[in-house]
Every structure is written in C-alpha cells, then in structure tokens.
C-alpha cells in the first residue's frame, strides 16, 4: 500500500469544526509536506477550488497550481498529484505548466483530473459550466492536447473545443506524469478506462471498492490497454483504545447549526435512522471519507488497510484532523509498524 495525504489546502475537513488548528497558510503547507516526506508517506493530493467548499466560500483556499510549484522546489521524494479542471484550463497552457512543475520536482508530478461538479463556482469565475455527459467530452480532448503535447515535438489537434496549430512544449516532463481521475457515472467510467492511468475513489466498504476495482480492471482488459492502479480517500483515526476513537467520531460529527451550508442539510437528510446517520457523517467529513472505517486502534487500523490492500486497492489518499500531529500518530503506528 502506498500512503498519501490530502494537502489541507481548505484550512481543514471537518464542516463541523470551525478551527482545526490547521491553517490554509503556505507556511503550514510546507511544513506538514516536509515533515510527511520524512515519515512515510508517498504522496499528496493537492485539491483545486477557488472557493472554500468546507469552510464556506468566504474563508481562505489556497491555489492548487502555485502551491504545487513551490512544493516543488521544497520537497525532495514526496510525489505531488496536483487536481486541475479540464474547464479552468486551457490544456496546451497546462501541459507547459505542468512539465515545468515537473521538471522542478525531478519528475513527481502526476495529474488528478476532475471533470468540474460546482457550478456556482465556474459562474463566479465567468468560466463555462458543462452539463454532466459534456464534461466528459471536454476532459477526453482536454486530456488527447496534454498528452499530445507531452509526447510529441510539435502537435496539432482539430477538436470540438480545442485547435492547436504546430504547438510546442519544451521542455518536456522529465517523465510523463501519471493521469489519475475519478467518477462512478457510465460516462465518466469509460472515459477513465479509455484515456487515464489510475482511478481514484471516494470512501467505501471493501466489499465495493473491491467491485469498482473489478469493474475498472475489466473495461481497462477490454481495451487491451495496460493495468491501472487504484486509489481511494478516507478519513482516519487512531486512537489507543476502539472507545476513544469512537468519541472522536462523534465530536467530529455533531452538527453544528452555525456551520456554513447547514441552513440546507435537514432538507437534505430524509428517510431511515440508517440514512440519517449516514448522511450526517458525509455532511461532516468530506470524500465519504468515513466510510472505510480507519477508525479504531492501530492494530484495527492496520487490518482494515491489509483487507484494502487485499481488494486490490494500491494507494490511501488520507485526510485526518488536526493533520500533522494526527498524520505523525498514523505513521508511527501504522505505516511504519
């Protein structure tokens, strides 16, 4: 299993908790990739939104882009999988961004390429909002651009959305950065399979994040394309006893009515005990990062992440809170045991 941690870019994960002691700063940013290089983790994600989508839209994000650039040059193993919005970038200018962060970092940088959910957000930024199927379309020529010029000396590509004449990239990627993406739609499976590397996951059981594995690896043999690898978010806590961890469970999801974006939540909650319940600790913690259950001892833990493993599961995209003292418990007792 590899391990690799979502870069706090929002200020924290918990819609619940105002202040998690985790600021959407550069100089927390830094410090928390440097000191998880040194523990063991192999990767970051840095997610891409301009507004604060945990938080509420008025707190402080940080930019996705610059902050993977100057991680770039601060960090010396740490692979950084940097999110980017095929409609908040024109492809050729983020295939020449992208090599260049690349080369910074010695070749580290790999793409997760999320086909735009908010629309609110694209309108506030004057951009295009494509409709669901749309989206897909525009990410399969986004993705044929970047890879083209990447790949090629010079590159041309007449598309729907995008015309490149003779176009250049130079320098290249010191290797081509692995293309990661997620989606659970038709639409979206088939284009992951057909143009990615790798698929990426929210939270789940085991038993269904072994199912999406089987599903992807067979539309992938179906191409006759080589294997991909798989990722998956949860949420995490290790605690020295399974009561302890429990309690931190429920801190994390008591609804707050002063929290932003509750006002619409008990619209939102409907149905069964079940389903509330469920619905309530997605509300709090984002990614269905609670539903893996890493929550326990670390022995719990370790067996929850080996059955993962076993599934065919390849990489652990953690978020945890407040996440440098809670990422250090989480290397010394699970990675590193």
């Known amino acids: ?28 940013t830094r410090a928390l990739c440097q000191r998880a290089e040194q523990i063991g983790y192999d990767l970051t994600l840095v997610a891409e939104l301009n507004l ?46 992208g090599a260049n962060i690349d080369q910074i970092s010695g070749g580290r940088l790999s793409l997760n390429v999320v086909s735009s959910w908010w629309a609110k957000e694209a309108v506030s930024y004057g951009l295009t909002f494509d409709e669901h199927d749309d989206r897909y379309g525009r990410t399969a020529e986004w993705l044929d651009v970047v890879d083209g010029l990447w790949r090629q000396p010079t590159f041309s590509y007449a598309g729907e959305r995008y015309r490149l004449e003779e176009a250049i990239c130079a320098p290249k990627p010191v290797r081509k950065p692995p293309i990661w993406a997620g989606g659970e739609s038709e639409a979206a499976k088939t284009m992951i399979a057909a143009k990615c590397d790798a698929y990426v996951m929210h939270g789940d059981e085991v038993e269904v994040i072994a199912g999406k594995i089987g599903d992807m690896k067979a539309r992938r043999a179906a191409l ?18 399974e009561a302890a961890a429990r309690l931190e469970v429920e801190r994390i999801t008591t609804l707050n009515p002063a929290a932003p974006g509750f006002a619409n939540f008990d619209q939102w909650v409907s149905g069964t005990q079940l389903e509330r319940e469920l619905k309530i600790q997605e509300y709090s913690v984002s990614n269905r990062g ?48």
């Open 52 to 97: 604060n989508d945990i938080k509420g839209i008025e707190q402080p994000a940080l930019d996705a882009w610059s902050t993977a650039a100057a991680l770039a040059a601060v960090t010396t193993r740490l692979e950084l999988m940097v999110a980017v919005r095929p409609n908040f970038h024109h492809p050729a200018l983020l295939a020449k961004q």
């Open 224 to 241: 006759g394309l080589t294997p991909m690898a798989f990722g998956m978010a949860a949420y995490a806590i290790v605690r020295e006893t």
């Open 1 to 28: 299993m590899r391990y690799g941690f979502w870069t706090p870019v929002f200020g924290g994960w918990l819609r619940n908790i105002a202040d998690e002691g985790m600021a959407a700063t550069w100089d927390y």
């Open 290 to 337: 609670l539903r893996p259950r890493l929550v326990g001892t670390a022995a719990q833990v370790r067996d929850r992440v080996a059955a993962y493993e076993a599934a065919g599961l390849d990489l652990l995209l953690l978020q945890m809170s407040p996440q440098y003292e809670e990422m250090d418990r989480f290397a010394a007792e699970v990675i590193n045991r």
